[in-house]
């Protein structure tokens, strides 16, 4: 259920009793995300939209990239990570195109999905920590943003803020 | 100037003063308005008005910027040690760095809510009765003093607070746990009902599950329309504060109960320092109050003051009321006055998997939690260690998606997720802790905090009755689901902090004797009759059952007890 709904649902709830605080009448389109913070150069956000877009592609339904996940990873890594974080997945970003050419002998944006995959899981299984922890963070946070994204969460994990209900003892539906 | 002082006195007179807006303050208040007292709440935080100041209450995930973690700069304003619990969606309510820097003599974890509605906003609104077999306990098993009540002085008292607070439950019959006044319970799913069939089969029903009673309006009755409040939507949200007033809060409930009389000033930003005695009238005349905006020290009066400040800082502001005639502190010619600290043993964990109902599930959200009643030593000493611990128990069957690959498969995997092979069962236990004399808090001798309050040293530590206690409950629970089925049992010992069950008591304990004792049957200072102290810090023991509702009952009850005392000019 949408906010918008869920607040008209709690002023019936309460019968009126109440007004409506500030923040209910306020900032409904949460949805209006930014494409870009400035945190990253021009070529990183490339590098790192094509890598998000890897992890969760578009098909016949939204993938991570046209969920806006490339900017809420730039935000996280502005705001929540300490800067040598920050630091090792600029480093990353850089890396991955000269590590497309060693082993395709083209740019990761050139590449196939499976050369693209092969790269992405080569990162996951790598010795090299850095890569590692590079991929990884990466990886997690676009899962994150994927699915708490209000089209994940309403149209495929039945995200139902209110009102709801508890049973103890239901079939399984089949 | 002489008469603008006389002014200023008149001003700041009321009939009454209630020291915190937490869950016992707020019905201080509540119960001292409806009897016409015109009376002053000082809150030392900011406010927080119901509904309007839940920025949270009503977000969906994607509406958190960060989706919950809280970015570096906000985090920095915070101690160190919480910053795991700091969340984007219960900032509003999390205690900045510095506020009230305190002394651990000894490890000890200080939960503390400072604004209006204290922690009866970030509680876990579990409602349980204390019976005889609590009260009755220093006695029978030797330790700290008698209690100076028994069930029947508090039972009326557990009604009254519970049909306004509004509490979810089922009449089970258990003299452990008193029934009460209930509205429709939450109903325990299969496999705690499972558990509850096997534990009554396999133990000759002396052991029991039942559906916690929690403080949930499920079907809301007359009394809980007129607060404003509706059914519980069954969000699991309510850390955030409730909008719905789904749950009990002093915010929801009782504070703007007593507001509605127009007998309520509600003063935030207002840190008490001290009680003052007038050591001619024998009685405390009022309170010293730091504003902690302007640092301005004000006094406010009044003729009865309650203390309801939460256990550890009402211990606080009375060792830090000196005057003459109580050198060591309000009422404390006993010397007691802050010893006897305890808390709830939370330490011991259990989880398993169990792989029957597999063609059923749970569907919603449950506020609750299953609740198994102590059962150890319950009519004569059975173990090794004294007293014994009650345990939450719950179940759940949920879904999870494999994060494993990449690309489509990943994708599909994150958009359908897999309802779980087998059920996961959880319990932890909450175990009384006998109170001893060394488990104390004191005023540091130099040390202050930014309002020039002197800074608080904790000095309490785990005994072997609790360890061995935390033992059998790994034994005992390991049992039960070994019995009921469950498999892949793993127990466990957190070895956490003293204080991390948030259920700190005691300090100023309730008894008949005021040698041994500070607070009298009706939670009044033996030695100062005019102030009563209501919160967790009256506790002579600990009980298992989350102390909440106790605290409201015992405020209830000296609130009515005091405005009958005032009537009767004998306060």
Known sequence: MNRRIAIRDLTIALGGLVSIPAWASNGWNANSLKTSYGFFETSEQQMLELIVGTIIPESDTKGAKSLG???????????CYEKPVAENVKNGLASTDAIAQKQFGKSFANCETAQKHQILLGFEKSDNTQLKDFYSLVKNLTILGYTTSEYVQTEFLNYNMAPGHYYGCVPVKK | MANLAIDIKKQNTYDAIVIGSGISGGWAAKELCEKGLKTIVLERGHDIKHITDYPTAMKNPW???HRGQVPLDVRSQYPKGRAAFLREETLPFALKDGIQPFVEEKPFTWTRGYHVGGKSLMWARQTQRW???????PKRDGFAVDWPIRYADIAP???HVEKFAGISG???GLQELPDGEFLTPIELNCVEQHLKQVLAKEYNNKRHVVQGRCAHVTDPQPIHLKQGRAKCQHRNLCNRGCPYGGYFSSNASTLPWAAKTGKMTLRPFSTVHSIIFDEKLNKATGVRVVDTNTKEMIEYYARIIFVNGSALNSNLILLNSISNRFPNGLGNDSGFLGKFISWHNYRGKISAEYDGFLDKMTDGKNPSNGYVPRFRNLHSQETDFLRGYAAGIGAGRGSWSSREGIGEDLKNSLLHPKLNNQWNVSSWMMGECVPIEKNHVRLHENLKDPYGIPQLVT?????????KMVQDYIEQFTEMFTKAGFKNIKASDSKSNPGADIHEMGGVRMGNDPKTSLLNKWNA?????NVFV???ACMTSTGTQNPSLTYMALTARAANYAVGEMKKKNL
């Open chain 2, 63 to 65: 509406d958190f910027e």
């Open chain 2, 459 to 467: 000095s309490a530590e785990w005994t072997d009755n609790d360890v």
């Open chain 2, 131 to 137: 019976s005889d077999l609590d009260f009755e306990g």
């Open chain 2, 157 to 159: 008292w557990y009604s």
């Open chain 2, 170 to 172: 089922n009449k089970d």
């Open chain 2, 534 to 536: 209501t919160d967790g």
């Open chain 1, 69 to 79: 996940v490339p900017a809420f990873l730039e935000k996280m890594l502005q705001d």
């Open chain 2, 525 to 529: 200072l033996h030695l100062c009759k």
